[in-house]
C-alpha cells in the first residue's frame, strides 16, 4: 500500500501550506536527481557491456587489433558515463543542499569588533590583588555599619 498521500494531507495539515509545498518541491527534486543517475549508470553499464561482448567476441574468433581498441574504448566510455552520472548527481544534490543553507545565512551577523585604539585586552587581575580589594571593601563596611 502506498501511503505517500496520506503523508502529504497529514504534513499539509501541521505545517503550513508553503512549507510543506517546499518540503514536497524539494523531495520530487531529489527524485528526479536519482531518477537521472541512475539513467547515466544504465546507459554507461550498457556501453560497457557493449565492450565486454566485443571483447569476448574478439578472443574467440581473433577478429583483429581494430576489435580490441574499439572494445576498450567502449568499456572505457561507458565507465566514463557511470562516473558522469554520478559525479553529476553528486553537483546536483550539493546545489539543492546549499540552495537551503544560504538562504538560512543571508541575514547580516553582528560581530565584536576590539577598538581601533587599543587593539589588546586590559591585563586581569592577580588573585591575590581581587582578594585584597574584596577584604578591604569587607573591613570598611564593617567599620561603617559598627
Not at 576489435?67 to 553528486?90: D, F, P, R, V
Amino acid at each position: 500500500m502506498n501511503l505517500e498521500a496520506v503523508d502529504k494531507l497529514v504534513a499539509s495539515h501541521s505545517a503550513s501550506p508553503t512549507e510543506v509545498q517546499k518540503k514536497i518541491a524539494r523531495a520530487d527534486a531529489e527524485k528526479i536527481v536519482v531518477r537521472q543517475m541512475f539513467n547515466w549508470i544504465t546507459w554507461g553499464m550498457i556501453v560497457f557491456g557493449i565492450g565486454v561482448l566485443l571483447l569476448v567476441i574478439n578472443k574467440s574468433f581473433d577478429m583483429g587489433a581494430w576489435i580490441k581498441l574499439t572494445s576498450t574504448c567502449l568499456m572505457l566510455g561507458g565507465s566514463g558515463i557511470c562516473a558522469a552520472g554520478i559525479l553529476n548527481s553528486i553537483r546536483k544534490g550539493t546545489q539543492l543542499s546549499a540552495g537551503r543553507e544560504t538562504r538560512e545565512f543571508r541575514e547580516p551577523v553582528e560581530t565584536k569588533t576590539l577598538a581601533a585604539t587599543n587593539s589588546f585586552p586590559d591585563a586581569l587581575q592577580s588573585i591575590t590583588e581581587r582578594t585584597t580589594e574584596l577584604l578591604s571593601s569587607e573591613d570598611s563596611q564593617r567599620k561603617n555599619g559598627a
